[in-house]
């Protein structure tokens, strides 16, 4: 568990996001609904802040009930994940009719604004239903966040500063209109922010959602607005001056809106880079072969460039015959998203593909491709990740990425592998020790994997050692002070140095 003991938190924190850190699920037998926690990095990292604070978090509890949903039960006595010491009060759910939930979130959120944003308009869809519930459903998480801010102002101690109210992602980009409006008129003051964890698109792309002016009104009655790196910064503030007509100023990153100026900030996420190393210490060993390891692991999702990674392996095959029977491909491919369409097309393509290279290459002891089409356990995933030889990292586009910096914490060995990473992720703008490789160009690709299975392990040792010191010092809890430090709510020196 990592400690937040350093942190000195001026005000408490009120987390808004589509999720809640944990689902809540029903016991077939006894029809109560008990918590089951997600351990994601971000939860591991924001949820100690929030019971610091005494701050509460917003979000959707993964079912739909038919009456509100007061009585949250506490958490499990067997859960030690970070979410456990989160108290029933400090958790305000928000629900929705089925119906528009789902236009929601799979019309508006992952139909429309997954693909936008990752610049893949072709693949967008723009269906005014869809908006409409869109607003809907952020005007009821405005509504709860605004009875989460009365809460948080009954039990604030005068030492306190305001409340921060922190919105998540792309699925919420209207709600601090409506919570800034509610929260003047009933004299609740507080400051917001917002962060994107996708990219934020160029505005050509940006510029053909319909309501787009709309989204950059909600996110900019925010005070504060954080992405991933300073391009996805830049496209906001574009955006702004283009589409509002706004005063920015680029150099500072600041737009003039309201009358108020907002500022716009590079926050890079980071990992639990501690668990991650303990995790590779105790992970058994699961890889009995002599093979060398190319390890993919990601969503199954049309941004991650599955279909051009195992087109490259095969090019690799062909172009270098010397690796047939010495190197596999390990992708982990996690289903996401099933009930969509396009992705049930992608993992048919994926099921043909892997098939059409096994069967041209496998030989009685070999086979060039493994493929899981499910998720594995995060002690297999450290394991995985600490003894593979390279490591895939191709998106076509990616806001960051958490696998490429998972890979380094685990490479705890003397020898270590090399990392393979696109520019087209926010991680590939970072880590710049990591071979870059564009995954559109199959050929070059190929060559990319080719050098990286080659490297001399002095090269290795260099590159991998300046990559784990950067992701061990700007971790997912030192993401957290720099978001708190640029809401003004820790001081300076709690920041701690940077390796950039
Ligand atoms: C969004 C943005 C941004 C994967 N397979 C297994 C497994 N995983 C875990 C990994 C990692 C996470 O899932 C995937 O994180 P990513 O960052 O790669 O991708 P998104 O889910 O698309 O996340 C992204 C992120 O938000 C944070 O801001 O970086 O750009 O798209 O943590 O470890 N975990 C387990 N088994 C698996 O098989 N246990």
């Known amino acids: 568990v990592i400690s937040h003991s350093s942190i000195n938190i001026k005000s408490s924190l ?43 978090w917003v979000g959707w509890p993964g079912i739909h009930s038919s009456k509100p949903l007061y009585d949250i039960p506490e958490s499990d006595p067997n859960d030690h994940t970070p979410t456990a010491g989160l108290k029933s009060e400090q958790v305000v759910c928000v629900d929705a009719d089925q119906e528009i939930f789902d236009s929601y979130y ?102 053909l959602f319909p309501w787009a002016d709309e989204l950059l009104q909600g996110i ?4 504060m ?20 007509g706004c005063r920015v100023d680029r150099k500072n990153l600041l737009v003039e809106h309201g009358g108020r100026s907002v500022r716009i900030r590079p926050l890079p996420i980071g990992i639990p880079f501690d668990r991650f190393v303990e995790l590779a210490q105790g992970a058994k060993k699961i ?15 049309y941004t991650k460039g599955l279909v051009h990674r195992l087109r490259a392996f095969e ?35 994926m099921d043909q593909l892997v098939g059409r290279i096994n069967g041209r ?75 870059l490789s564009n995954p559109y160009e199959i050929g070059g690709a190929a060559d990319v994997i080719h050098r990286a299975l080659t490297m001399p392990e002095d090269e290795r040792t260099l590159r991998m050692s300046r990559l784990r010191r950067r992701e061990m010092e700007c971790d997912v809890n030192y993401w957290m002070r720099s978001f708190l430090k640029a809401m003004g709510s820790i001081e300076e020196d709690e920041i701690g140095t940077t390796v950039m």
């Open 220 to 223: 900019l009655a925010c005070d």
């Open 287 to 301: 890889f009995e072969t002599k093979q060398k390891i190319i390890l993919g692991v990601d969503r199954l999702d």
């Open 361 to 435: 290459f496998t030989t009685a002891n070999w086979s060039p491709i493994r493929y899981i089409f499910g998720c594995v356990g995060q002690d297999e995933l450290a394991a995985y990740y600490r003894d593979a030889d390279v490591a895939l990292v191709t998106p076509l586009r990616d806001g960051m990425n958490l696998v490429a910096k998972e890979f380094v914490a685990c490479q705890i060995n003397p020898a270590p592998g090399v990392l393979i990473v696109s520019p087209f992720a926010g991680a590939g703008e970072m880590m710049h020790e990591a071979l």
């Open 315 to 349: 090019m690799l095959l062909e172009r270098h015959p010397e690796h047939i029977g010495k190197v596999s491909l390990l992708q982990i491919s996690v289903p996401s998203r099933t009930d969509v369409k396009e992705y049930q097309e992608l993992k048919e393509e």
């Open 225 to 244: 607005v954080g992405f991933h790196i300073r391009d996805y910064c830049l496209n906001f503030v574009d955006c702004c001056q283009r589409n509002l």
């Open 14 to 56: 009120i987390v808004v996001s589509n999720r809640l850190p944990f689902v809540l699920k029903k016991d077939p037998k006894t029809a109560n609904l008990r918590r089951v926690a997600s351990a994601g990095g971000l939860v591991t990292a924001v949820c100690p802040v929030v019971i610091k604070g005494n701050g509460l």
């Open 106 to 207: 799979n019309g508006c959120c992952n139909g429309t604004f997954w693909p936008l944003f990752h610049s893949m308009p072709g693949r967008a869809s723009f269906k005014e239903e869809h908006w409409r519930n869109y607003v809907k459903v952020n005007q009821y998480f405005a509504d709860k966040t605004l009875e989460a801010l009365e809460r948080c102002h009954k039990r604030k101690n005068a030492s306190q500063s305001v409340p921060i109210v922190w919105i998540h992602d792309y699925h919420l980009m209207l709600a601090a209109n409506w919570i800034r409006e509610k929260a003047e008129d009933a004299d609740l003051p507080c400051q917001m922010a917002f962060f994107l964890h996708i990219p934020f698109p160029p505005w050509d792309i940006f510029r």
